[in-house]
Nanobody, 122 residues
């Protein structure tokens, strides 16, 4: 059951920027919000997470280039992606974590969005 709604994906050139957004319904209690991505034929990969207290975590591929943030008034989580690379191409999923488990583990998240496609071209 899809409860989170992503938007903002699209086509960008290598070296460019994109921002994706995710609206999380206010009735969902969560401790962390996160972004994952999945390229064709590959497993879903952790990108970034943010806690209710504002702490952030990044996957190795995102460090130094991507920034996760949230606007609590709008129940929205953002992922600003800069200096995009061809290998950033994939479907980006927003997720909410309200239980136990590592913030980087797909299995820790019990609410997901439908995904938004990000394509980086040369």
């Amino acid at each position: 059951q899809v409860q989170l709604v992503e938007s903002g994906g699209g086509l960008a050139q290598a070296g460019g920027s994109l921002r994706v957004s995710c609206v999380v319904p206010s009735y969902i209690f969560r401790l962390y919000d996160a972004w994952f991505r999945q390229a064709p034929g590959q497993e879903r990969e952790f990108v970034a997470a943010i806690s209710n207290g504002g702490g952030t975590w990044y996957g190795d591929s995102a460090k130094g280039r991507f920034t996760i943030s949230r606007d609590n008034a709008k129940n929205t989580v953002y992922l600003q992606m800069n200096r995009l690379k061809l290998e950033d191409t994939g479907v980006y999923y927003c997720a909410a974590h309200s239980g136990s488990g590592s913030v980087t583990d797909v299995g820790s998240y019990n609410h997901w969005g439908q995904g938004t496609q990000v394509t980086v071209s040369s």
